[in-house]
């Protein structure tokens, strides 16, 4: 895994927004997988400013997103079809038949959740996955001991990924506890995962990722298996990482090519 280590989630948003633009330039139909929740929303922004003051277009993408609530209406607020067209799709020149996310109101689940896999493919693949990581070790909502093999399909939340969540919802808001999100098989298709963490609250699911064993009580320590990972983290979820000094020595010595 390539760790990059920064001292604010400012700063690591504007080092992840440059992985995906690096990936944007590099091909002429990128397909990109994006993540919801609180830790993108700063990377968002800042690929909203490269669109506004540096011209870089989302014309020719193509995105999946990770996951979707089921019950909630797209237009619903809590609802992530709504998180993304605010905080992303309204501002930039990402054309509206490009962006896809799981639906979690199809009357056939089995059918719809086998048509997002489809689509998925017929692209030719996720060229880089924006993932978060839940402080129980979730990916996407991939919760502790779930098949490593799985792929997209309805899930029940844990109680902790709820109480987590619960803080996005209002006071009279329930947090749906039942989710559609791409399996770990389907994360694990995608070319290059770019997995963002911040916070202290993070520190031990990030340690067991990176630095524990590969096991589905960690879903996210499967990503060691993976070709070709980026971490980025604040220096708050990175304070249990023993080998930090190691992560960034590395980092200090890339080639030119391989810095964002
Ligand atoms: P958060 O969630 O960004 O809201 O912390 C991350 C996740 O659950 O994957």
Redesign the pocket.
């Known amino acids: 895994m390539e760790v990059l280590i920064r001292d604010t989630p400012l700063e690591g948003a504007e080092v992840a927004a440059k992985v995906v633009r690096k990936k944007i330039l590099e091909k002429p139909h990128p397909t990109l997988g994006l993540?919801?929740?609180?830790?993108?929303l700063k990377m968002y922004q800042e690929l909203i400013r490269m669109h506004n003051e540096e011209g870089l277009s989302f014309q020719h993408c193509t995105t999946f997103n990770l996951d979707e609530y089921v019950g909630l209406p797209p237009d619903n607020g809590q609802s992530y079809h709504y998180y993304m067209k605010n905080n992303l799709f309204d501002h930039i020149d990402l054309p509206s038949d490009k962006y896809h996310l799981p639906d979690g109101n199809a009357d056939n689940l089995r059918q719809s959740c086998k048509d997002y896999e489809r689509k998925i493919k017929d692209v030719g693949g996720i060229d880089l996955q924006v993932?978060?990581?839940?402080?129980n070790g979730?990916?996407?909502?991939n919760e502790p001991t779930g098949s490593f093999a799985s792929r997209t399909w309805i899930k029940i939340l844990s109680e902790q990924?709820i109480r987590?969540?619960s803080k996005?919802f209002g006071p009279t808001e329930k947090v749906p506890y039942h989710v559609v999100t791409m399996g770990i098989a389907t994360i694990m298709e995608a070319k290059h995962c770019l997995l963002i963490a911040n916070g202290a609250k993070?520190a031990d699911a990030v340690r067991k990722m990176i630095e524990g064993a590969v096991s589905a009580s960690c879903p996210a320590s499967i990503l060691q298996m993976h070709p070709r990972v980026t971490v980025v983290l604040d220096e708050e979820a990175a304070y249990l990482l023993s080998a930090k000094d190691h992560y960034k020595w590395v980092e200090a010595n890339k080639l030119d090519w391989q810095k964002y």
């Open positions: 993540a919801t929740g609180g830790t993108p993932l978060g990581i839940g402080a979730h990916i996407g909502f990924t987590d969540n996005y993070k």
